[in-house]
């Protein structure tokens, strides 16, 4: 089992277009022209845009021949989900340095649990620098010391470094921290202290609230336009027009709904062996025996949720001696033939050099899982950004392994004008 | 609806419930849970040519705020439940 841990002061680290980030990252040229990245699904429209394309009107979900009449100097860049998801893993996996509450939310925003980190770090001002070094340590931002200035207000406090796409919000749960971020511009922090939640929030617009389309439409036209607004409805009043969720959308704008950040302690190393009845010298059998150990390792239930990033095997060999290889993986992954690769080129170009009676997998350090970022992220939108099929089909295989049974579905259309319900949609079973 | 082993499984199939009614012959409660409103009705009237669908349906707010579809069905006098 994964050990829970939570927090409820928070700290939310934002980067918008994290997509567009990576590649202007990589590609510096990027940064001065209009650009957008094609979104992954292979639909050939446009995901995410950046400003300069936005401002000759170019908008994501457009097709390509629409952006292109819109800017005829629209760059187009294929996305590249793997990369992306592999920055935003570093992300998490210096954010982690900082603090062991660590929650990815979605592609380019995780929130950090700070409770606790006042005697490390001081006051949040403390805090939320020490999450801006370590981000600019693993490459999201730069960062230099002299840049770090505060300016303090009635109700929120900033810090300001320039160069970042990184925004920062800290506050008491989830979402104050959250609407905080948004706040902030690139790489400062908003910071809203304790017992200010309430005044920090009552100006801000519904659009900050977690809605969908419908709902914003309707408490549009109920007249609401700010969380104070929604916050002074009776909550009654509300639940008998948006059910339960019109509950939660109601606490989080009084102020009274605070979610806790939820991190997960990475697992201890992972280890299966297997003891020889009779040595065992020839390399096919020492790669098929390393192959059924590296399952073995997979299948175990700490591993899930996480990537492995380094790997180990060691062999006791006759008479006493040992062999052992070590790979720390470039890319961490779950599946079996990557992991195994470059441990049975080891084992071709160095082999043992006595029979072996036994054998041992061990894996010692994990990176976020892929499927973990992508499966767990807040919406739809977020998972296809992340690279949906490859994430589906792994995460899918890890169900079916675990419990023995397909459970994830398609939902298609059979009827979708049918005016009963029951006859519109159906679930068919995932194929990997 | 079923196609091959376990292929297809229907979405939202109609759960069979027991409905009170009120003076006016709407629905007043569903087993134990009451209605507070009944926000929409309709009637449907379809596929006489083989097994007739004869239903008429009521999207009512339950106590707590849950929304749900109710319909009865002319046929068999049952009342069903689904979600919108």
Known sequence: MTTQLTS???????????????????????????????????????????????????????????????????????????????????LIAALREVSPVVEAAELGRAYV????????????????????????????????????????????????????????GWGKGKFVSWVAATHARPGEAVIVRPGEEGKFLASQSLAVLPLDSDTHRRLHQLGLKTLVQLAALPEAAVVSQFGAAGRRLWRLAAGLEVEPVVGRAAPEPIVAAITFFSPVAERASLAHALDRLLERALKDPRRIGWRVQVVRVRAELEHGASWLAAATLKDPSADRDRIAAPLKTRLEQAPPVGAVERLAVEFTAFAPGTTELQLFARDANAAARAGRRRALRTAAQEIKLRIKRPMLYHVIEVQPWSRLPERRYALIDFDT | MRNGPDRLRALNVPQRVEVELDACGSPARIGMVTIEAVRETWRIDDEWWREPITRTYYEVLQEGGARVVLFLDHVTHEWWMQKP
Do not use: M
């Open chain 1, 8 to 90: 409820t002061s928070a700290a939310c680290c934002w980067i918008p277009l994290f997509g567009l980030r990576c590649e202007e990252a990589r590609r510096p040229e990027l940064a001065s022209r209009p650009v957008a990245l094609l979104a992954p699904d292979g639909t050939r429209r446009l995901w995410q845009v950046s400003p300069l394309a936005r401002r000759a009107g170019v908008k994501p979900g457009l097709t390509v021949s629409q952006a292109v009449g819109l800017c005829a100097a629209l760059q187009l860049v294929d996305a590249d989900p793997v990369y992306y998801d592999e920055q935003f893993a570093r």
């Open chain 1, 113 to 168: 649990g700070t409770a606790g980190l006042e005697g490390l770090y001081g006051e949040p001002e403390g805090i939320v620098e020490a999450i801006l070094v370590r981000s600019a340590e693993c490459g999201v931002r730069n960062i230099s010391e002299e840049s770090i200035t505060s300016r303090n207000s009635h109700e929120y406090s900033a810090l300001r470094t320039p160069h970042s796409a990184l925004r920062l």
